[in-house]
């Protein structure tokens, strides 16, 4: 990873000035640009002199058609890791955040989906979250709904206000006395238990229970195909996005091209999905256009912070081009991630 010992005090504060500036106005720095806004006590001949050295280094681009120089993922890697100085969210950010999230109690989905939503309107970025695993969620409510004669409707009332449906398949008509009755002996065997933990031992748990003829065929059938009616883990990894539009906006996505490539990212789901996964585990999380193991994402930094409460791990944060503010959006991304454990505890 870059030291800040490669570079000297004075090539460390002229980086610094670069990325500032085409953070701010998305055009090429100019050394004259820099000496007049930054007071960095040294002449313009000098600091393009130093831009220079540090285009020697990797770290700035010379566009062909302009004067100025712009950061590379190797200048933004620098100033995150030896340079920034992180800004906390303001009063009113950490207000807006804390009135759009806190209120009346709601659902793993929909607290993630309105942190998504305001930290792409603060930020002017896409808003990113990951939902919580299933396999690590507690049961709290099982419900049995007879739709066909051969056909029952499985309902799974999870933590954290979490419902999932699928469909259980019977050889025939199960008596409605007998379908209550089964729904009564899972509830008391199954509820307080992850999914997890129920497919491990189900049949432990079921193959005990005494019912009528009808009722012992359908507990037959959830203990011989549990692993798959308990098994939600095809739903895991749920992308919530915020409104493409706050990217859209920006002129790195100007163009056609560049556009149609946003959408595709935003619509389709699995590389981000792919790409946020992983990120469970590891706090505070930020990769830098190249840095991305996708060349998909080349384009793109991914700022994340994960979350966990009460067994439940996933990951909130935001995608955006290479430039953006980091210092402001590190602060709001781990704020939300603290804001978002404290709903869901």
Not at 42 to 64: N, Q
Not at 161 to 186: K, N
Request: no cysteine.
């Amino acid at each position: 990873m870059t030291t800040p010992d490669q570079l000297s005090e004075r090539q460390l504060r002229v980086l610094e000035a670069v990325v500032h500036t085409y953070i701010e106005t998305a055009e090429p720095a100019g050394s004259q640009t820099i000496a007049r806004r930054f007071g960095l006590g040294v002449s313009p001949a000098t600091i393009r002199s130093i831009m220079s050295e540090l285009e020697d280094k990797g770290y700035l681009f010379h566009p062909h058609t302009s004067a100025g120089r712009i950061p590379t993922d190797r200048a933004y890697r620098m100033y995150v890791d030896a340079i920034m100085r992180l800004s906390p969210p303001s009063h009113e950010e950490q207000h807006t955040l804390r009135s759009e999230l806190v209120g009346t109690r709601s659902a793993v989905e929909e607290v993630l989906r309105r942190a998504a939503q305001v930290l792409g309107v603060l930020t002017q970025e896409l808003g990113v979250a990951v939902a919580p695993a299933l396999d690590h969620m507690v049961l709290e409510r099982l419900e049995l709904v007879q739709v066909t004669t051969e056909r029952l409707l499985l309902v799974f009332n999870l933590q954290s206000g979490v419902v999932r449906t699928i469909f259980v398949e019977v050889p025939g008509m199960v008596p409605a006395a007998s379908v209550q009755q089964v729904s009564q002996v899972l509830n008391e065997r199954l509820s307080g238990l992850t999914l997890q933990e129920i497919r491990s031992t189900l049949p432990d748990r079921l193959r005990d229970a005494v019912g009528t003829e009808g009722g012992r065929e359908l507990l037959n059938i959830f203990i011989a195909e549990g692993d798959g009616l308990f098994d939600l883990s095809n739903e895991d990894n749920t992308v919530v996005l915020g409104s493409a539009q706050m990217l859209a906006d920006q002129p790195e996505f100007a163009s056609n091209s560049r556009m149609r490539e946003l959408l595709r990212l935003t619509e389709g789901r699995d590389l981000l999905k792919q790409a946020l996964a992983s990120r469970r585990q590891r706090g505070l999380s930020i990769t830098i256009g190249g840095e991305n193991p996708d060349t998909r994402l080349s384009d793109f930094t991914l700022v994340t912070s994960s979350y966990e409460a009460g067994g439940l791990k996933g990951v909130i944060g935001v995608m955006g081009p290479t430039r953006m503010p980091y210092d402001k959006i590190i602060g709001l991304v781990e704020h939300t991630s603290r804001l978002v454990e404290g709903l869901l505890e």
